[in-house]
């Protein structure tokens, strides 16, 4: 696609509930990030994709997250058991898969659990 | 210590002064290091990239590396209003230098 999606844009949930987020990359994009900002905040680091491999999971904030990419293109994070701490705007970026690539960002997918 | 360290702000600068922002990093194997620009309720860009040590000039901003004091900072020249906007310094860490860190963002704001 000519940019990375997302989707939903928003989504509201009860606590309690598991969501889905959706993240399709630019097209020859190998490289994937999942990001979580939360209002006034800078962007934290959750996991990242090479490939259908995900090197890095050390940024997940707890076992109640989840992620996986499938075929190399699209990615789902999943919150079980969402928390009302979970509320937070859920960014996804993508990149050529070699080394200095800059990230292309999604719109963002603005979680709020009430 | 944080991975990335940048001071919030605000900073407030008037319109055609030199904004001057900050970043420290602590991975010292680090080899790439990008300045992204996120305006309020917006997904973040990247307006600069930089790899070693020294000055990289692109229009009215210069991206300012020194690997040894692990410190980059983007300068930019004849700040406008539109240059208001949170500055993220992003920096390339882990095992093939393919984890990107963010720092918390410094908050720029550009009186007219």
């Known amino acids: 696609g000519a940019g990375v999606s997302q989707s939903p844009s928003n989504k509201v949930t009860e606590k309690g509930k598991d969501v889905e987020l959706r993240c399709d990359p630019i097209?020859?994009?190998?490289?994937l990030y999942w990001y979580r900002q939360s209002l006034g905040q800078g962007l934290e680091f959750l996991i990242y994709?090479?490939?259908?491999?995900?090197?890095?999971k050390s940024g997940l904030p707890s076992d109640r997250f989840s992620a996986e990419r499938t075929g190399g293109s699209v990615s789902t994070l999943t919150i079980q058991r969402t928390q009302q701490e979970d509320s937070a705007v859920y960014l996804c970026?993508?990149?050529?898969?070699?080394?200095?690539?800059?990230?292309?960002f999604g719109s963002g997918t603005q979680l709020s659990v009430l | 210590q944080k991975e990335v360290e940048q001071n919030s702000g605000p900073l407030s600068v008037p319109e055609g002064a030199i904004a001057s922002l900050n970043c420290t990093y602590s991975?010292?194997?680090?080899?790439?290091f990008f300045w992204y620009r996120q305006y309020s309720g917006k997904s973040p860009e990247l307006i600069m990239s930089i790899y070693s040590n020294g000055d990289k000039e692109d229009g009215r901003f210069t991206a300012q590396l020194n690997k040894a004091s692990q410190y980059v900072s983007l300068l930019i020249r004849d700040s406008q209003p539109s240059d208001s906007a949170t500055y993220l310094c992003?920096?390339?860490?882990?095992?093939?230098?393919?984890?990107?860190?963010f720092g918390a963002g410094t908050r720029l704001f550009v009186k007219a």
């Open positions: 992003a920096v390339n860490g882990g095992p093939g230098g393919f984890k990107t860190i």
């Open positions: 097209s020859g994009h190998t490289a």
């Open positions: 991975d010292r194997g680090s080899q790439s």
């Open positions: 970026a993508s990149s050529f898969d070699r080394q200095n690539e800059k990230l292309f």
């Open positions: 994709f090479q490939g259908n491999s995900a090197p890095d």
